[in-house]
């Protein structure tokens, strides 16, 4: 089945504790994403990756790394979270060439809360 | 970076009645996207839009490309109990490495009542 896979799906953490949340897609898609949800903002992106070893700042980057090291994975790392980076996480792909194709796919979800 | 304000931020209505949404930028997107996401779950492509002008139906669902490039529009016939969920819509940056930042409108949330 095609899909995004995240991981973990809720996590609980404390403050300054480095994380990384996982994203793995099998649609050997180029381009991949992360965004956070908060009520009232809809989802702002981090970051996106057009291609392998190819990543750049969405509109929040600050205080998240990501890499691109093969095309299926792009883990979201926060290396010393804060309370105000409790949210929800989305990872999404797509072949983005393709224009008739911007079905993004999204996963299913990251719940973190920072203590 | 480019925002989109859509309206309204909550809808509450009655199952069989239709609904309006609108999605408006202060720049111009060559794309709009109509996404919905169900609790629990991340959002879903329901209508892709690459043409001013444009109007394009999904079952129930129609959307528009507005004139200007500036707006879209999401209508929903006869509603019913499963088209809960929150409603976005997208649009992708323009040309290079741009086309890889999608900004969502705050959503629209809608609760339909049997």
């Known amino acids: 089945e095609a899909q995004v896979t995240q991981n973990p799906r809720y996590l609980i953490t404390v403050t300054g504790k480095k994380l990384t949340v996982t994203c793995s897609q099998n649609m050997n898609h180029e381009y991949m994403s992360w965004y956070r949800q908060d009520p009232g903002l809809g989802l702002r992106q981090i970051y996106y990756?057009?291609?392998?070893?190819?990543?750049d700042k969405g509109d929040v980057p600050e205080g998240y790394k990501v890499s691109r090291k093969e095309k299926r994975n792009f883990p979201l790392i926060l290396e010393s979270p804060s309370p105000n980076q409790t949210s929800l996480y989305f990872c999404a792909s797509s072949k983005l060439r393709d224009r008739a194709n911007y079905g993004y796919t999204f996963g299913s979800g990251t719940r973190l809360t920072v203590v | 970076g480019q925002q989109l304000n859509q309206s309204p931020q909550s809808m509450f209505i009655q199952e069989g009645e239709d609904v309006s949404m609108n999605c408006t930028s202060s720049?111009?997107?060559?794309?709009w996207l109509w996404y919905k996401q169900e609790p629990g779950e991340g959002p879903v492509l329901l209508i892709a839009l690459y043409k001013a002008g444009e109007l394009t139906s999904n079952g129930r669902l129609t959307a528009q490309f507005g004139i200007t490039r500036k707006d879209s529009f999401l209508n929903i016939s006869a509603s019913i109990p499963s088209d809960v969920g929150i409603y976005f819509c997208?649009?992708?940056?323009?040309?290079?490495?741009?086309?890889?930042?999608?900004?969502f409108g705050q959503g629209t949330i809608l609760t339909v009542h049997p």
């Open positions: 720049s111009i997107f060559n794309t």
């Open positions: 990756s057009m291609n392998v070893e190819v990543t």
């Open positions: 997208a649009g992708p940056g323009a040309g290079g490495t741009s086309y890889g930042k999608l900004t």
